[in-house]
C-alpha cells in the first residue's frame, strides 16, 4: 500500500509539472549568453580578488584552500574556466593546485576532505599532468584497503568517516567517479557506488524524494511539517549532475538517473514564487528570506537534466531561467553574490550583504549550464 501511494503521488506530480512549472516562471527574464557569462564573471572575478577573506567562519580549517568550502568554488570555477575568454581562470585554479601540492585535506576518511580532489582531477584531464593525480588516487586507495568499520548513521554527529550526511554526497563520491574514468578501473566506482546507495537508505525519504541531512531530522518537526534543508538537498541534486557524466551505461547510472528522475519534479515543485527556494524546503512561510547556495545547487542540477536530456525542456527550463533570474538578483554592485547562508546544516539566516566561497561555486556551475542551455537552445 505504501508503494502504491507513492507510486500515485509521483504520478500526481509528474502531471502536474507543467502547470507547476509554468505558473512558478511565468514571466522570467531570458538572460543571454553574454549576459549570462558576464554575471559571472563579475561574481567570479569579485571572488579572487576576496579569496582569502575571513567570512566569521568558526573553524579556522575551513578556511584552507583544500577546506570543504574552496573546494565546492572550485567545482564552478573550472566550468567558468571552461567557458571564459582566456585562461586566466584555468591559471587562477592551477596556483591554487600547486599552492596545495595537489593534497588533500588531513583526514582521511571525511568526505569533506575529499573533495579538492575533484579540481585536481579535472585539471589533470586538461594538463595531463601525473602530479595531480597522485594524491587523490593514493588516498582513495588507502580508503578501498582500509574500509571503515563504522555503522551508517552519523551517532550524535561523531560518525564521518562513512557518508553519514547527506553533504558528503557531494564532497566524495564525484571524486570516486572521476578516478574510475580517468584510470579505467571500476573498483573506484563500485565503492562510490555502495557507500553512496548505503547512505541513500539511510536518508532518503521516498515519500517526499528529498533527503533528511542527517538521522537528526528524521523525527523533527517545524510546524507540523519535515525539515529539509535547502543547502543539503542542492548538495545532493547538484552531486549527481557531477556523477551521472562519469558513469558507464549499465545498473550503475540507470540508479543514478532514477535517482535524479525522482528529485528533480520534487525539486522543481518547491520553487517559490520569487524564484529560490526556502531554507527549509517544505516551509517557504517560516523562511521567506532568499538563500542563494540551495537556489544555485538545484538551478545547476536542473540545468544539467536538460542539457543532459534526462528531463524535458520546456517543463523544467521556466524554473531554471526563474532561478538564474533570483540569483542574478542577489549580486551586488561590486560583484559579491550576496544571500548565501553561512555554514550549518539545518534552516537558518542569510543575508543580502553575506556570502560564502561555496555559494559562489553553486553560482558559477548554475551558469554555465545555463549558458550551455541557451546556446544550444531550439531557435
Known amino acids: 500500500m505504501l508503494k502504491q501511494n507513492i507510486y500515485q503521488k509521483s504520478l500526481i506530480v509528474l502531471a502536474m509539472l507543467p502547470i507547476i512549472g509554468t505558473v512558478k516562471a511565468e514571466k522570467p527574464l531570458c538572460p543571454t549568453a553574454v549576459s549570462v557569462k558576464a554575471d559571472m564573471k563579475r561574481v567570479a572575478d569579485w571572488q579572487i580578488a576576496h579569496l582569502r577573506d575571513d567570512y566569521g567562519r568558526k573553524n579556522p ?44 585535506a588531513e583526514r582521511v576518511y571525511h568526505a569533506d576532505d575529499q573533495v579538492a580532489g575533484q579540481l585536481y582531477l579535472d585539471l589533470y584531464r586538461k594538463y595531463n599532468d601525473s602530479v595531480m593525480l597522485k594524491e587523490t588516487q ?9 574500509p571503515s568499520s563504522q555503522e551508517m548513521r552519523i551517532n550524535r554527529n561523531q560518525n564521518h568517516d562513512r557518508w553519514t550526511w547527506c553533504d558528503a554526497l557531494f564532497m566524495a563520491p564525484p ?9 579505467g578501473d571500476p ?17 532518503y525519504d521516498p515519500e517526499e524524494n528529498l533527503f533528511f541531512r542527517d538521522e537528526n531530522y528524521f523525527k523533527r518537526r517545524e510546524h507540523g ?45 518547491l520553487q517559490t514564487e520569487q524564484g529560490h527556494w526556502a531554507m527549509s524546503l517544505l516551509a517557504a512561510d517560516v523562511y521567506p528570506t ?12 536542473l540545468a544539467w537534466g536538460i542539457n543532459s536530456g534526462l528531463i524535458n525542456r520546456a517543463v523544467y527550463e521556466p524554473v531554471v531561467l526563474k532561478g538564474w533570474e533570483a540569483l542574478s538578483s542577489y ?34 556551475a548554475a551558469g554555465a549550464e545555463i549558458f550551455q542551455m541557451i546556446e544550444h537552445s531550439p531557435k
Request: charged fraction near 20%; hydrophobic fraction near 45%; proline fraction near 4%.
Open 61 to 104: 580549517k575551513v578556511n584552507e584552500l583544500n577546506a570543504w568550502t574552496y573546494g565546492a568554488l572550485y567545482i564552478g570555477m573550472v566550468r567558468w574556466a571552461a567557458i571564459a575568454d582566456d585562461d586566466t581562470y584555468y591559471n587562477f585554479l592551477r596556483s591554487i593546485g600547486e599552492e596545495l601540492e595537489w593534497k588533500l
Open 138 to 146: 593514493q588516498r582513495c586507495d588507502w580508503i578501498m584497503k582500509n
Open 175 to 183: 571524486v570516486w567517479a572521476k578516478l574510475s574514468t580517468i584510470t
Open 187 to 203: 573498483a573506484y566506482r563500485d565503492f562510490m557506488f555502495a557507500e553512496y546507495k548505503a547512505t541513500t537508505e539511510h536518508l
Open 225 to 269: 511539517r519535515k525539515v529539509f534543508w535547502s543547502r543539503g538537498n542542492g548538495w545532493v541534486f547538484g552531486g549527481l549532475a557531477l556523477i551521472i557524466p562519469e558513469l558507464p551505461e549499465g545498473e550503475q547510472r540507470d540508479w543514478f538517473v532514477g535517482l535524479y528522475k525522482k528529485m528533480a519534479p520534487a525539486v522543481a515543485e
Open 290 to 301: 532568499p538563500e542563494a547556495s540551495g537556489t544555485a545547487f538545484f538551478t545547476f542540477g
Open 331 to 364: 549580486i551586488t554592485e561590486d560583484g559579491m553574490l550576496g544571500y548565501v547562508q553561512p555554514i550549518g546544516a539545518a534552516p537558518g539566516n542569510a543575508w543580502p550583504d553575506k556570502t560564502e566561497v561555496y555559494g559562489t561555486g553553486a553560482f558559477l
